[in-house]
């Protein structure tokens, strides 16, 4: 799909479609990191249940739902936050992290968001480290207290193992009365390979990296939000034959 002929794709708004558990960063963005404005032409006429699914903290996905004017309805923080239909739980060990993140400044290491750090101003469950930080040592602080690393590309993170994007859809399903098996996945990173195991289906946006390539269904030849454009256009079709 060409960017024009994403941005005429029509939704049927009748059309018996499934719900959807889609990624922001590198999926719902455009490569210079911004929210593509199409989210907000596309999104709202879905007739489905969206989940946003991000390792962003809580406020940025319910933010970006109160804008697009969906249902607020999240996966935060690579799983640790689940927000669907006014529930909202908390799931892994945050006290282990904060102790490992604590270790890691001791020994020198700087999560590199300067003094405000509204990145991890908000996080609940986990922490994320700019991707200038010391990999090396963030790794080594993980396996120290047992805790996940996860690359996604825009940020480092530590994060209780037990955690994930798929688990978290799971949960997010059953509040909606639905099976995650019913959803189709869009997503571009590691942590998103959960999500695709869980999912109906699963595409990764040409800008993936190898873990979700692996574990989707489909690798689109579109990158981020044209990728995830081309997907909606391939459900919209399925739901039509």
Not at 122 to 138: N, P
Not at 172 to 181: C, F, I, K, P, T
Not at 214 to 223: I, R
Request: hydrophobic share 45%; net charge negative; aromatic share 6%.
């Amino acid at each position: 799909m060409t960017s024009d002929a994403a941005a005429s794709l029509a939704v049927p708004t009748d059309a018996d479609l499934p719900p959807l558990a889609l990624d922001i960063d590198g999926t719902l963005t455009t490569p210079d990191h911004t929210v593509d404005p199409r989210v907000f032409d596309v999104l709202p006429d879905w007739p489905a249940p969206i989940v946003l699914a991000t390792g962003k903290s809580f406020p940025y996905p319910i933010a970006l739902c109160h804008f697009i004017g969906i249902p607020e309805r999240v996966v935060a923080e690579n799983g640790g936050v689940v927000c669907v239909d006014e529930r909202v739980r908390l799931t892994g060990d945050a006290d282990r992290v904060a102790a490992a993140t604590d270790a890691f400044l001791e020994a020198g290491g700087d999560l590199c968001w300067g003094e405000a750090d509204t990145v991890n101003r908000w996080r609940e469950t986990e922490v994320a480290a700019s991707r200038d930080a010391d990999a090396d040592l963030l790794r080594a602080v993980a396996e120290e207290f047992d805790l996940s690393f996860i690359d996604t590309g825009y940020a480092y993170h530590l994060t209780d193992p037990a955690v994930s994007k798929g688990a978290a859809l799971r949960e997010a399903a059953a509040v909606l009365d639905r099976e995650a098996s019913e959803f189709v996945a869009v997503g571009d990173s590691m942590n998103d390979a959960s999500t695709f195991e869980v999912a109906r289906e699963g595409y990764a946006v040409a800008n993936a990296d190898e873990t979700a390539r692996e574990a989707a269904d489909v690798v689109l030849d579109e990158g981020y939000m044209d990728g995830t454009l081309t997907a909606l256009q391939r459900v919209i079709e399925q739901a039509d034959r």
